[in-house]
C-alpha cells in the first residue's frame, strides 16, 4: 500500500532508519580509488518504491552496497536515501558506481544523485523559502552533472499554482505551497534539466544530512 511518511513522502514500506551490518569480508574499492573507509556521501535514488516501480528492499540494497566497496551504510525510510562511506573521491563517479551496483544486482536502472555534508548544507541553505516554516512544500531537484542554464526559466510557465522555482547548477529549488503531486512541474523536471533528476523534500534532505 502506497502511504506517506512524516516528511510527506510517498514510499511503500516501513519507516524506520537502518545501518548494515558488516559481510565479514574485506571491502573492495571500486575504481581503485583508496583503501580506507572514504568520505562519507549521500545518495538519492531515483523512481525506487514509489507509485509501484523500482521496488527495491533497503535491507538488500545495503547488503550489496558494502558487498561492492562502501562502508558503514545506512538507508533513511523506502524513498532510496542512503548515507555510505566510500574512497570515490568526487559525487558524479560515485553515482555512476552506484548505477552499475544497482543494474548489475537488481536489474534496476535507474538515475542516482550524489552530495556530500557540504554540498548539502549549501543546498539547504540556498532555497529562499525559510519563513514559510513549511519543510514538505520546499522541494530539492538532484541530479549527477549540471544543469541546463535555462531550467528556472524553462519551468517557470509550469508555475500556476502558487509554485516558484529557483535552479543553480547543481540543484533545482522548488516550492510548491498546494502539493508537488497536484503541481504543472511535475514532469518538466527532466526536461528543463537535461538529465534525469530525483526530487526530496526539505525534511528529508534535512534528516539525510543529520545521518552524515
Known sequence: METADPDGNLFRGDLLDHRAGADGGGPRQPGGTGTG??????????????????????????????????????????????????????????????????????????????????????????????????????????????????AAERLARCCTNGEEVQADARALYLYTPNGIGRSRLNGQLDRAVGRPVTVRNLNTVRRVRDML
Not at 558503514?72 to 563517479?93: E, F, K, R, W
Open 37 to 150: 573507509p572514504g568520505m562519507r556521501w549521500a545518495l538519492f535514488l531515483r523512481a525506487v518504491n514509489v507509485g509501484g516501480t523500482g521496488r527495491l528492499a533497503m535491507a538488500e540494497l545495503r547488503a550489496a552496497l558494502e558487498a561492492e566497496g562502501a562502508r558503514d551504510v545506512a538507508t533513511y525510510i523506502q524513498s532510496g536515501n542512503v548515507v555510505l562511506a566510500h574512497a570515490a573521491d568526487d559525487p558524479d563517479s560515485l553515482a555512476r558506481w552506484a548505477e552499475g551496483v544497482l543494474t548489475q544486482r537488481f536489474g534496476l536502472e535507474t538515475a542516482v544523485a550524489v552530495r556530500d555534508a557540504a554540498a548539502l548544507d549549501a543546498a539547504i541553505g540556498a532555497h529562499p523559502w525559510a519563513a514559510t516554516g513549511a519543510g514538505n512544500q520546499v522541494h530539492f531537484a538532484f541530479f549527477s552533472g549540471a544543469a541546463q542554464a535555462d
